[in-house]
């Protein structure tokens, strides 16, 4: 109801075949198939910001960016913001806020969150805040970092999640506004990466085993 856990992608769509988009030369062969293309990244990502505008308008919002796979979700994300506040009679003034987490060596999780060249986020303190994030897997990293932002103090946290995966005991943490539930496999491009690779890439996609083996470290 709603479409609040957004666009279900089954574990037995096989994606479209990436002949049938363009996509840069430099990664043929390293993709198994695209699970979303960009423009339905795009139609998607402008509903989510018309719920936010519905939900938040009129309220000042600090927006806080997870570097780096979430850098172009949040950018697409505060331009439809934008274009709302610009043509309708709400508008919802934003400030932009960056903070980086680590947690992936190749394709694998590691246990522990890493909050690159954290700094004091007091300033948070009464905000109302807005986490954007490319993924969540396990929950674990929305989890940890949810904990670290209340420390400080907000009148409100909500989350935006591009994407979630289907994977066991992620429930307990799943983002306010999510664009794509989507098969627990790992996936690359439009600002996720694999070892800093695929970052160049539009189509969210998953990536081969050739894939795999050639950028791994
Ligand atoms: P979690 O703690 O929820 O298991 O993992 C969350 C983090 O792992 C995300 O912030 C993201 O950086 C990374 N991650 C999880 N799944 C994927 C994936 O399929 N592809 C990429 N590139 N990163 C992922």
Known sequence: VGGGGGIVIDDDWPGYSLDLFSYPAH????LDCVVVPHG???DRTERLARNIMDDLGDHDIVVLCVLKGGYQFCVDLVDKIK???????RTLPMRVHFIRLKSYLNDLSTE???????EDLSFLAGKNVLIVEA???TGKTMKALLKHVESFSPKLIKVAGLLVKRVPHNSTCLPDYVGFEIPDRFVVGYALDYNEYFRDLNH?????ESGKTKYKI
């Open 27 to 30: 990664y043929s062969g390293d």
């Open 40 to 42: 339905v990244i795009m």
């Open 112 to 118: 522990d969150l890493h909050i690159v060249g954290a």
């Open 135 to 137: 993924i969540v897997g």
């Open 83 to 89: 274009a709302l506040s610009c043509n309708s009679n």
């Open 204 to 208: 969210i996609c998953v990536i081969s």
